[in-house]
């Protein structure tokens, strides 16, 4: 998808804001690959000094709670003889909470293993304990706008015996440990990860969109929640949160598991089995220590304890449909007790076939119920997205188009005074507009998003800025002058409702009628200096600006690849050549003001199911479709920025000027080579030819990276070449 993006007062310190997934930003400048062969060729193990396996990055805080002077510090080599970073696969039975009240990370690890594509677009899966192991990993995260490539050693701490943070829950396989060891230093500390909020965590492992829901709220119909997730796309994520508290248990729990707090004194130790198959017998060891009556309310669940949705379904029993939800605990076990739990007699008003299919009777944190529980014991539901196509309720969704607005707020004296006109207007100020298509029966239409940075948290002693924004609607006059709104616009009356919350995001989405409204990102602490990220989804585009600066922003178009995907597949979830040839034809060319006339061909189509049909099947599946039409967007617009005069072709110079800035490395001759394959008589590419051609270098590009073990050379049999070539 892409982003329409505008940095402005960029502050002294400010960087390009331009990581992606494919050329994510260096997170303090490190470089992994060129980390990593120093190393190698010394001969020594990384040692991360941005990040030190020291007191610094535990958190004074934590030591007060846990005593963490008795901090030791491990490789896995000194842990097993054999280390993974990968056993078989990664899945949510990987993770289980240890010591820190980390919950709202785990949860949204455990909803991002369950969807592959999001998954490795975090955890690059080319890293390993043999070959080219030098101590050193990398991950890739999204902050405050951008994608960031973060490098950790494998250092992980253990306190009295025990892993301080996740624990994996097989014994020599270590992507949990190191994936959370890379969120902390982006936090700036493990103490950092020690509570928060899922929706902060679904944010930085995906690039999307939260949206909190109040379950016990009169503004959210329960029909209507319950059939936007059991409509949900697969990219959609969830987690809930657990604090309706229990009449018969009045007592809190914490977080972290029963049989990681002291008791009397003594902190109990427990070995885990290195057989990913033995899992069960691990989660049976941990529940034979029997756990204090407060851990859990009567219920079974845990109070202030996040969740990780895993499944909705709908099923026909004896006693009529009913509707259930999967949930899965971080700690790796305690499970619901009541209707539906695992052993509930429940299931035996099913069908056998779909009695089947659902029930496990297993202690592994997993567990079913139903609906109407789900909303008397839960307090919120955390749904997360690239875009809020969620909050079209299930119908169709529609295209929605994001802009993002990077400034800061600049320190004031002591005088400064938020609930003054006087004061406040000096605020950034952003103007959106509401069009009248924009108005839907039941889908919320505008989300708004302000995001402080992370930094801050580390600044200001572990505590975030009280933030906030202002909506407010105005009149057309101000559109068309851009200027920004003065003091006396911002009356006592319009201030006196203002709340800013010591959170690092605040989201909100709105049913906006049509109109123009302006935003007023503020901060009560004005004595800091602060940058933040705002992000504005609506319905319609060019339809969002900043007041008081130049107008030259070019808006893009957002639209979901789910949504053509879905449109243009005959059968199931697999799209053949003809599939995407249509789709091509029907939505990609003619958004395109480039074609004049030319349209791509079925064997030019084939050629780009090719391309990135890297498991050489004939056909696409959603993940391997949204690559192919991430790379013909970025492609077009490379075009466009190129063809000034709007010919439509390319000569040679002109995609020698589109190779290089797309970072490909191509010689001259083999460009020669390209335009005599792909180009007319008079060699000059169209619009059409340009896109296949520029996708096969890309491919063809990728894959010698992929098999290349230093990206130098490629050790390959004759047969294997073969098949990538035809």
């Not at 779909?354 to 539901?381: H, I, P, T, Y």
């Not at 002693?461 to 009280?466: A, F, H, I, M, V």
């Not at 690559?627 to 010919?647: E, G, M, N, P, Q």
């Not at 030819?689 to 990276?705: E, G, P, W």
Request: with cysteine.
């Amino acid at each position: 998808m892409n982003d329409t993006r505008r940095e402005v007062q960029p502050g002294p310190q400010a960087y390009a804001r331009n990581g992606t997934l494919e050329s994510p930003r260096k997170f303090y400048n490190q470089d992994f690959e060129a980390l990593r062969d120093i190393h190698l060729v010394k001969g020594v193990l990384f040692t991360d000094e941005t990040f030190p396996a020291n007191m610094n990055i535990i958190g004074s805080k934590l030591n007060v709670e846990f005593n963490t002077q008795n901090i030791k510090w491990m490789r896995p080599m000194d842990l097993c003889k054999n280390p993974h970073f990968i056993v078989d696969d990664m899945n949510l039975f990987d993770i289980l909470q240890s010591q820190l009240g980390d919950c709202w990370v785990l949860s949204a690890m455990g909803a991002l293993t369950l969807n592959s594509t999001l998954l490795k677009n975090v955890v690059p899966t080319n890293q390993r304990f043999s070959k080219n192991y030098a101590g050193i990993f990398h991950f890739r995260l999204w902050h405050l706008g951008e994608w960031v490539d973060i490098v950790v050693d494998d250092m992980l701490p253990f306190l009295n015996g025990q892993y301080l943070s996740v624990h994996p829950s097989c014994a020599n396989e270590f992507w949990p440990c190191l994936l959370e060891k890379a969120y902390a230093k982006l936090l700036g500390s493990y103490q950092n990860l020690h509570w928060g909020d899922p929706a902060e965590a679904f944010v930085n492992f995906t690039g999307g969109v939260t949206v909190t829901f109040k379950l016990q709220s009169s503004k959210v119909h329960q029909d209507d929640l319950w059939y936007m997730i059991s409509t949900a796309t697969r990219d959609t994520l969830m987690a809930c949160i657990n604090d309706v508290q229990d009449d018969t248990t009045k007592k809190r729990s914490s977080s972290v598991p029963a049989v990681f707090q002291k008791a009397n004194n003594d902190t109990r130790k427990i070995s885990l089995p290195t057989n990913k198959e033995n899992i069960d017998i691990q989660k049976n060891s941990l529940l034979s220590n029997k756990l204090p009556e407060n851990v859990y309310l009567s219920s079974g669940l845990v109070d202030r304890h996040a969740y990780c949705v895993t499944d909705v379904v709908q099923v026909k029993s004896r006693k009529g449909m009913v509707k259930l939800i999967r949930l899965w605990n971080p700690w790796g076990f305690g499970e619901w007790q009541g209707s539906w739990n695992d052993k509930s007699p429940q299931w035996n008003d099913l069908q056998e076939e779909d009695r089947k299919a659902l029930q496990r009777v297993r202690n592994d944190g997993e567990f079913w119920m139903s609906w109407d529980d789900f909303l008397c014991e839960f307090s919120r539901l955390i749904v997360c997205n690239r875009m809020p196509v969620f909050l079209d309720w299930g119908n169709q969704p529609e295209k929605w188009y994001k802009d993002m607005y990077w400034s800061k707020w600049s320190r004031e004296d002591s005088s400064w005074n938020i609930f003054s006109k006087d004061c406040f207007y000096k605020n950034p100020q952003y103007i959106i507009t509401v069009t009248p298509s924009d108005e839907v029966n039941k889908g919320l239409n505008a989300v708004i998003s302000l995001m402080q940075s992370t930094r801050n948290r580390q600044k200001f002693d572990g505590d975030w800025l009280p933030i906030g924004f202002l909506l407010l609607p105005v009149d057309s006059k101000v559109q068309e002058s851009h200027e920004k709104l003065p003091s006396s616009f911002f009356t006592p009356e319009k201030l006196s409702g203002l709340l800013a919350q010591r959170r690092r995001d605040i989201t909100v989405s709105f049913k906006l009628s049509p109109g123009r409204y302006v935003i007023a990102p503020y901060s009560t602490a004005r004595e800091q200096e602060s940058s933040f990220l705002l992000q504005v989804f609506l319905k319609s585009k060019y339809c969002t600006a900043e007041l008081g600066v130049p107008q030259e922003r070019k808006t893009c178009e957002v639209q979901p690849y789910e949504n053509i995907f879905r449109k243009f597949t005959a059968k199931g979830s697999k799209m053949n050549a003809w599939d995407l040839h249509r789709s091509l034809n029907d939505a990609f060319i003619k958004e395109s003001p480039f074609p004049n006339g030319v349209k791509f061909n079925i064997d030019g189509s084939r050629a780009l199911l090719a391309s990135v049909d890297y498991a050489g099947r004939g056909i696409l599946d959603p993940q391997n479709f949204g690559l192919l039409w991430s790379y013909l967007t970025k492609f077009k617009d490379v075009f466009a920025d190129i063809d000034t005069s709007r010919c439509g072709y390319f000569s040679l110079p002109d995609l020698n000027k589109a190779v290089s800035r797309t970072g490909l490395q191509v010689s001259s001759d083999l460009l020669r080579q390209l335009i005599a394959r792909y180009g007319d008589s008079e060699e000059k590419l169209n619009f059409v030819d340009y896109l296949i051609c520029m996708v096969r270098v890309k491919s063809v590009s990728k894959t010698f990276n992929m098999l290349s073990c230093d990206g130098k050379g490629v050790s390959i049999n004759r047969e294997r070449w073969m098949q990538l070539m035809i």
